[in-house]
């Protein structure tokens, strides 16, 4: 029996969603700081095996799986998930100022699909407040989400500098960080077209100091020929290790008619996106285009639910994989579920390190 898919889930689905998300940060963030139940939280989330471990631009993991951005916007929970069989954890994103964030309601559970309804808006305590917070940190590979501010720019020049300023700010901190262009749910949208990709890396070539791994975040809804495009762009900049990919799905049509959500879909207007099993099979698409076009870095993300997601991702081109919807399914024992399928899925197949197994269906 688990006690959180057979018992826990049913009562915390009963409750608010961002309600639960923020005692769940809390609870963690609280735990994480006492030092005293470190050896209990290992014993119970804690997972290692060789087969798993990694050497990802320069980077090591003792797992290839991480917390997606988007669960700990602020890095107050890394003493916590140090615990865990993860093995890093993505900050933010991060923006220049803080920000609050849209209007709630703004997170909407949809259990048929596995999947979650996410209209946040970047809420986040802001580039400086995060940076000193995470100054100290040490506990767990970490990377920093950065995006631009949810406003409305008059160019897209502008845009791209509140990126710029913002990963000037926080490059001091994390083992790697991500530019996310394609966050589903600002006011001018996602930042992903070739020339506007283009535009972004030419500021950051020419105002920036990158000396950590960089990766650009993508949506799940690009087509194939955004990928050959974005990847002959991003091959001119070589401070660009890869891609994480993807964010949510914005193919909503679905739910217009659903019983619950219909009129939230309507009110949104476009706005907002589908985390989990509505963004899997793109992402997998996804995943295997941008490894055969560019041959750079790939970090899965998109219903990740199981070891055997993770490894469909791992195989066709991800050297890491991050989930956060599988954890609001599966429950604070996910990374630990998901670690040990993962490892027996490569000991069957006779693979002596995850590494062996990346790309092999490309």
């Known amino acids: 029996m688990d006690f959180y898919e057979d018992f826990a889930r049913s009562v915390l689905f009963k409750l608010d969603p961002e309600l639960v998300h923020d005692l769940t940060l809390k609870a963690a963030g609280f735990a994480g700081s006492h030092k005293s139940v470190f050896g209990f939280l290992r014993g119970m989330f804690n997972f290692e095996d060789e087969v798993l471990s990694s050497s990802v631009d320069g980077l090591s993991f003792k797992s290839p799986l991480g917390l997606s951005a988007g669960f700990d916007k ?200 589908l985390s989990g099993g509505a963004a899997k099979l793109k992402s997998d698409r996804l995943i295997k285009q941008f490894y055969q076009e560019s041959g750079k870095t790939i970090i899965g993300v998109g219903g990740v639910f199981s070891g055997r997601d993770a490894y469909d991702k791992i195989r066709n081109g991800a050297s890491l994989v991050e989930g956060i919807t599988g954890m609001i399914y599966r429950g604070p024992a996910f990374a630990k579920k998901v670690c040990v399928e993962l490892s027996e899925f490569l000991k069957k197949d006779g693979f002596e390190n995850v590494q062996d197994a990346v790309g092999v269906d490309a």
């Open 74 to 273: 602020n890095g107050k929970t890394l003493g916590f998930f140090s615990m865990t069989a993860f093995g890093f954890v993505e900050v933010g994103s991060v923006t220049l100022k803080e920000f609050q964030g849209n209007p709630k309601p703004r997170l909407f559970r949809i259990p048929e699909q596995k999947s979650i309804l996410v209209n946040l808006g970047l809420p986040n305590q802001g580039a400086e407040k995060i940076l000193k917070r995470l100054k100290s940190v040490d506990l767990i590979p970490f990377g920093v989400s950065v995006a631009s501010m949810n406003e409305k720019f008059d160019s897209d020049f502008d845009r791209a500098m509140s990126f710029v300023d913002c990963y000037n700010i926080v490059k001091s901190v994390g083992s790697y960080h991500v530019l996310n262009a394609s966050c589903p749910n600002v006011a001018k949208g996602r930042f992903e077209g070739p020339e506007q990709v283009e535009l972004l890396l030419k500021q950051v070539k020419k105002n920036c100091r990158v000396e950590k791994p960089m990766y650009l975040k993508f949506s799940v809804d690009l087509t194939e020929g955004d990928v050959e495009e974005i990847s002959k762009v991003v091959k001119r900049f070589d401070f660009v290790n890869g891609f994480v990919i993807g964010n949510l799905t914005k193919e909503m049509s679905h739910l217009k008619k659903h019983p619950r959500l219909g009129d939230v879909v309507e009110k949104l207007g476009g706005r907002g996106g």
